[in-house]
């Protein structure tokens, strides 16, 4: 049991640090839609690319940082049902309820990977000509990290459940 709690420290450590590289791009991408906003007011033309950069960040603020909103219980949910469960149906639930994410999240993994592994693997962005491929890849970097999370938290149900 101690070497399981070692290997979830380990997972959700792994996850703040992936977390703090999403954050570090939030900077970059207010700075650069600041110096864009300011130079379309009082230039006559706005910051070329500004878009395609903003897009890049935004996607890996959203896929690197879904692990860790996992790991904080910051994904929104609905209990409106499940709150009145007894406390023993309530964890069943949750744990087919995560199952269900497991393999949602392991279809998204799969999936990603193919596309971008595929035949669109070099693809570039239109203006700045920024390679496809990394970005594409944090789609399954990013179910990866999210998929551990949700291990995380369907042994920490089932333990809590063995433990009654």
Do not use: N
């Not at 690197?64 to 069943?92: E, F, N």
């Not at 999240?105 to 990977?113: D, N, P, R």
Request: proline share 5%.
């Amino acid at each position: 049991m101690e070497r399981l709690a070692k290997v979830q420290k380990c997972i959700q450590r792994l996850t703040f640090y992936v977390c703090a590289v999403s954050m570090f791009m939030l900077l970059p991408m207010m700075l650069l839609t600041t110096v864009d906003v300011i130079g379309r007011a009082f230039f006559p033309r706005p910051v070329p690319g500004v878009v395609e950069l903003s897009q890049y960040m935004l996607a890996v603020v959203i896929l690197l940082g879904i692990a860790y909103t996992q790991q904080v219980k910051g994904h929104p949910k609905v209990t409106l049902v499940v709150s009145r469960l007894p406390s023993l149906a309530r964890r069943v639930v949750e744990i087919i309820i995560t199952m269900l994410g497991l393999f949602m999240v392991f279809i998204l993994i799969w999936q990603g990977w193919v596309l971008a592994t595929g035949r669109l693997s070099t693809t570039v962005s239109d203006l700045l000509r920024i390679p496809q491929l990394p970005f594409r890849l944090l789609v399954s970097v990013g179910g990866f990290l999210l998929f551990l999370e949700l291990l995380v938290d369907l042994s920490s149900t089932v333990g809590k459940l063995l433990k009654r």
